[in-house]
C-alpha cells in the first residue's frame, strides 16, 4: 500500500544552544527525514535527545511548501543566521536540486 506524500513546513529547536532550524519536507511526518543542513543534522546525530520539531504548516502542494517556507524565512533576521538558526540562506530556490 503506497503512503500520499504531502508537504509541510516545521522547525527544529536546538534547546541546550538555543537555535533553530526552518525547513521544508515532501513526505510524511513520520517518514524519518530531519533535514537538508549538513551542519544542523551532525548536531542532531550527536545529540538528539537535545532537539524538537514542530510542524508549523502542512497538507501543502509542492509549490505551497516552498512559498511557506519562504513566508517563514522572512520572518528571520539576516544577522540571525548561523547565529541564532542552522539556516546557512534565507531563500527558496525557485527550482529545487531534485526537481
Not at 15 to 24: A, L, N, R, V
Request: net charge positive.
Amino acid at each position: 500500500m503506497a503512503v500520499e506524500k504531502y508537504g509541510f513546513v516545521y522547525i527544529w529547536r536546538d534547546k541546550k544552544k538555543g537555535m533553530y532550524y526552518i525547513g521544508c519536507h515532501w513526505g510524511t511526518h513520520d517518514d524519518g527525514y530531519i533535514c537538508s543542513s549538513n551542519w544542523m543534522r551532525m548536531a542532531y546525530t550527536r545529540r538528539t535527545h537535545d532537539f524538537k520539531r514542530r510542524i508549523l504548516v502542512t497538507g501543502l502542494t509542492r509549490e505551497q511548501m516552498y512559498l511557506e517556507e519562504q513566508r517563514f524565512f522572512s520572518m528571520i533576521k539576516p544577522d540571525e543566521i548561523k547565529v541564532r538558526y542552522y539556516n546557512l540562506r534565507l531563500t527558496t530556490p525557485t527550482k529545487p536540486w531534485h526537481a
